[in-house]
């Protein structure tokens, strides 16, 4: 009945079930999409800082259909969470969120350009589920914006990690499919290699490491070895 009729009345009921999202959650998404115009935007807002999973997918995909304004900042910067079901939104989010625009202006905060890396590592392997980085028309510049703005930053291991995974992927060969300028792959891949190669992000990522950090041991066992990162080199002094 409540993804069926119109009343404002029952967005605070609603939302309460839609907490309840592994079970009711695309019904509540659908019931405050109907409700957009009457406070359902920003209800799904609301929901979406607060479920996971499949219950995620739900109104994060609401939130795309009803291109809000309000939540546009929320999703270049929240939409998602690291868990694998992101693959089925992340270049959704990419597109309803004017990623391009957003991370192609000058000086975009840190929370943005960490987001955006977030974003481009999911879709790198989203094949299948999502839209992929190929079948991104922007792909080539946000890459490039991603690429500038993190060099820019403190490093960190999320940042690390970040970066060395779309290093592996612009070796990939499924990464000559994007539509790139003359000679832009390569120049992208050598600004994170060169990031990846930095003494204060080698310095982060070998602490990581004697942390045991898991995404750092991850990291050098299945992507340090082809890429050659001088972090986890043994003979670098």
């Known amino acids: 009945m409540l993804t069926t009729v119109w009343d404002d009345d029952d967005i605070e009921l609603i939302k309460t079930i839609g907490l309840l999202s592994n079970h009711f959650g695309p019904l509540a998404a659908r019931a405050l999409e ?51 079901l992101n693959r089925y939104f992340a270049g959704t989010v990419a597109t309803a969120a004017h990623l391009h625009e957003a991370i192609t202006a000058a000086n975009p905060d840190s929370e943005l350009v960490d987001h955006t890396g977030l974003l481009l ?52 060969p499924a990464a000559q499919r994007i539509a790139w300028p ?35 041991t991850w990291l050098v066992e299945a992507l340090a070895p082809s890429l050659g990162l001088r972090a986890f080199t043994v003979n670098d002094e």
């Open 34 to 84: 109907r409700r957009s115009w009457c406070g359902g935007s920003e209800a799904l807002l609301w929901l979406a800082e607060r479920v996971t999973g499949w219950g995620r997918v739900y109104v994060v995909e609401s939130l795309c259909t009803i291109g809000s304004t309000a939540a546009r900042p929320w999703m270049l910067r929240r939409a998602c969470d690291g868990d694998y």
């Open 121 to 172: 590592t999911i879709m790198a392997d989203s094949g299948g589920t999502g839209i992929t980085l190929e079948h991104y028309p922007p792909a080539s510049a946000v890459l490039e914006a991603h690429c500038e703005h993190a060099g820019r930053l403190e490093p960190s291991v999320e940042r690390f990690v970040i970066a060395a995974q779309l290093a592996e992927h612009l070796h990939h």
């Open 182 to 216: 003359e000679g832009g792959r390569e120049r992208v891949l050598s600004g994170y290699l060169s990031l990846l190669d930095r003494d204060d992000w080698c310095t982060v990522a070998r602490a990581g490491l004697a942390a045991g950090d898991h995404r750092v």
